[in-house]
């Protein structure tokens, strides 16, 4: 699938949280109540490196239009029992088969997911930082409100989103002490992947895979908007809350999600 490609992006960076240990003078020994250091320390110094890079985990929440629809094939219905392909499963229950060559329309109402994400930014001056940003937003569910056939009772539809985020962003803010107020705006591409598969539901024959019914993927652009606090952490690692407001702009109606995220970088 097009998404597994750029889960990738994120995973090269999981490692970075635990990658910045304390850099101790040779002649202190390690002090625990120096984690959280005072910004006057000498060997405590964010405001060195232009680069930082990190990673962040949120949670996507859908806001105003949280509608959904996608054309799925009822052709999924003829093929749902491996053992008996082309089987009647309606017929056999009382209820009126579907044409298998057509589709149904299904709607339904998005709900939240989780997301991971990763952020590279370079310093331009003390306050002004520009750079990349990206995530992907695990698993969006949708609730099926119109299904037609595929909210029968001898079927379990699911009907799923999932979308990923790259924009260039500009980030405002610098270090005042050991903490960074920042506010952040970014636009760019943000690939949505619709999923629709329906599972038959026989408690004779348990045994019976989910059937793709529906799968398409569209481009669209987006734009991110927010801000947060960020702490120092260690001699070049900083953690983070922020909060951002996520738009994806779709030709008829468009997305909006809040996005509350933590964030870990390292500085350098």
């Known amino acids: 699938m097009i998404r597994s490609r750029f889960i990738l992006l994120f995973s090269f960076g999981l490692p970075f949280a635990f990658a910045t240990a304390v850099q101790a003078e040779s002649d202190e020994s390690f002090d625990a109540n120096a984690v959280f250091t005072d910004a006057s320390s000498e060997h405590v110094d964010l405001h ?4 930082d890079f990190g990673i962040h985990f949120g949670f996507a929440k859908p806001i105003g239009n949280r509608s959904m629809s996608i054309a799925a094939n009822n052709s999924a219905f003829a093929v749902s029992d491996p053992g008996s392909l082309g089987e009647d499963e309606f017929g056999e229950n009382g209820l009126p088969l579907p044409d298998l060559a057509g589709q149904t329309q299904l709607l339904g109402d998005m709900n939240s997911s989780y997301l991971v994400g990763a952020q590279l930014y370079y310093k331009l001056t003390p306050w002004v930082s520009t750079g990349l940003e990206g995530s992907y937003a695990i698993e969006n569910s949708v609730d099926i ?3 037609g056939p595929f909210l029968s009772r001898i079927y379990n539809t699911h009907y799923k989103l999932h979308g990923t ?4 962003a500009l980030r405002l803010g610098d270090w005042i002490g050991g903490i960074r107020p920042y506010v952040m705006a970014g636009a760019g591409p943000y690939l949505a992947s619709e999923d629709v598969t329906a599972e038959l539901n026989d408690p004779d024959d348990p045994d019976h895979p989910p059937i793709d019914a529906a799968s398409v993927s569209n481009l669209y652009m987006s734009m991110i908007y927010g801000g947060g606090l960020d702490f120092r952490f260690f001699s070049a690692g900083s953690v983070g809350i922020g909060i951002q407001y996520q738009r994806v702009l779709r030709p008829n ?6 996005i509350p995220t933590a964030r870990f970088d390292y500085h350098f």
């Open 145 to 147: 409100t119109v299904g």
């Open 253 to 258: 109606s468009n997305w909006q999600f809040l």
């Open 165 to 168: 985020q790259f924009a260039l």
């Open 48 to 51: 060195r490196g232009n680069w």
